[in-house]
Every structure is written in C-alpha cells, then in structure tokens.
C-alpha cells in the first residue's frame, strides 16, 4: 500500500530534495520497448512527484535530468531526449503557473539545441514571477563541470583585482556555483537501485541524507516520495555533533546561546 501523506511531520520537511531520475531506460527494456518508451513515460513520474513537493510545501526540487556525460549516448536517444524535454516544457508552463511554481535550470546551456534553449529560456521568463515550489532542472550538467566553471570564474577574478585569494572562503566559492540562489539539498533520493551519486551536486550534498530506492523511475510516484521524505525523518542530522549535544539544542530555550 505504500506511505501515507498523513504520516508525515510538516514541521520537519527537507527545504531541499534533489532526486537522480534512474531507470527509464531499463524499464523499457524491461517491457521489450525502446529506451526513449522510458523516457517518455518518466515525464508522468516528473509530473506526479513536482505535483507531491508542491502539495506538501516543499521549497525546492532539483531533477537530474540530463547530465553531460549523457551526451555521449546514441544519437538518436539524445535527440529524442531533447524534442521530449522541449515539447514537455512547453506543454507544462501552464500547469507551473496554475501551481505557482518556479522553473529554474541549471547546467552548460551552451551544449544544448537552439531550439531547446529558446523554449527553456521562454519558460524562465514565464514562470519567473511564481513564489512557490523552485523546480531545478540540471540539464547538460556535472558537478564536475560546474566546479571547473566556478574555480575559471574565480581566478579570472582574482587576476582582475576583483577578489584577494586570502579573502576567499567556503561561502565565497558557494556564490560562483550554480547553486548559488538555492539552498543546499537536505534529501537526495536516487531511483533503480544504484548507490552512487554520478557527479551531481557533489558540493551541495556533503551533508545530505541519501535515500536509494530500486523503483525505476517511470514506476516512481506519491507514494515512494513519502517513503523517503518518512526515512529521511527517521534519521539524526548531527552535522558532526554529537546525538547528546543535538538533543541539546533541540530543548534549549529559544534565544539562548
């Protein structure tokens, strides 16, 4: 029967959930059909799942969809990906709007299609007023590239006088990230029963909670975004403290030190 809604603890939802949507392809396969068979029904799972973080008030989401090293597959399974993502998008930015969500993309916007790039860049402007759920979509992204990018961005100041290296700090190189509007993901689930995090947010998740399912991810719906968000209260965020010093902090009187 799976989670319930109704078991969960609104006052202790993750801000933050990024999820690595694995499986579509498998599923196919599993079914006797094409890959892109997956794909294409993966989007309901994007759908269902945008539609549960938003319900419960999730304040960000943050979907692996595409990563660089994707562009590697056969031809025609990454064209098929990229006329899926552009005709989803744009039969989607009305639902966005209706639910008062915010599309935002991360990742090489360089690497993909015009075609592509106008229709998200439409999408951004369309939905850049909603104040709701911010749904993240990493496209033609690695957490390797976006590193590389940042320590480019960084020296090149540095060398222009706008930065002194002994100033740089932790939340210096945060603000060069792709990230940097966003908070940190406090749940990261991975779907289809691989346990590796596959160059995605390597930076941002050093303190996440990661949850691994073998759902594939066409088969992922409500119900299992329940049975993570329910694991991941289960669990003691100490942040290297220890479980007597959080326990601490969780009864001191507000406003002491």
């Not at 999730?58 to 552009?86: C, H, K, Q």
């Not at 992204?141 to 090149?156: D, F, I, K, P």
């Not at 603000?175 to 289809?192: A, C, G, H, K």
Request: proline content about 3%; some cysteine.
């Amino acid at each position: 029967m799976g989670a319930s809604r109704e078991n969960i603890d609104l006052k202790r939802l993750p801000r933050h959930i990024a999820i690595i949507m694995d499986g579509n392809g498998r599923w196919a396969q599993e079914k006797g059909q094409d890959r892109l068979f997956g794909h294409f029904h993966g989007v309901e799972s994007v759908r269902d799942i945008v539609e549960g973080c938003a319900e419960l008030g999730i304040g960000y989401l943050t979907l692996y969809a595409f990563s660089t090293e994707n562009w590697d597959r056969p031809a025609y399974e990454v064209t098929g990906l990229m006329e899926l993502l552009v005709d989803t998008i744009r039969k989607e930015v009305e639902t966005l709007n209706k639910n008062n969500i915010r599309l935002h993309v991360i990742g090489d916007m360089k690497m993909l299609p015009d075609y592509a790039q106008a229709e998200l860049g439409e999408a951004l402007e369309l939905t850049a007023s909603n104040t709701g759920l911010n749904l993240v979509m990493a496209l033609s992204y690695s957490s390797r590239w976006e590193l590389t990018e940042a320590v480019r961005n960084l020296a090149r100041d540095v060398r222009e006088g706008r930065l002194e290296p002994d100033a740089i700090t932790q939340d210096t190189l945060h603000q060069y990230l792709s990230t940097r509007d966003f908070p940190d993901p406090e749940l990261m689930i991975r779907t289809s029963g691989e346990y590796r995090i596959s160059n995605f947010l390597l930076y941002q998740l050093a303190y996440a909670e990661l949850y691994f399912t073998n759902v594939r991810w066409p088969d992922f719906r409500k119900k299992d975004l329940y049975e993570a968000i329910l694991d991941f209260q289960g669990r003691e965020r100490r942040f290297g403290k220890t479980s007597a010093q959080i326990q601490q902090d969780l009864t001191a009187p507000e406003g002491t030190f």
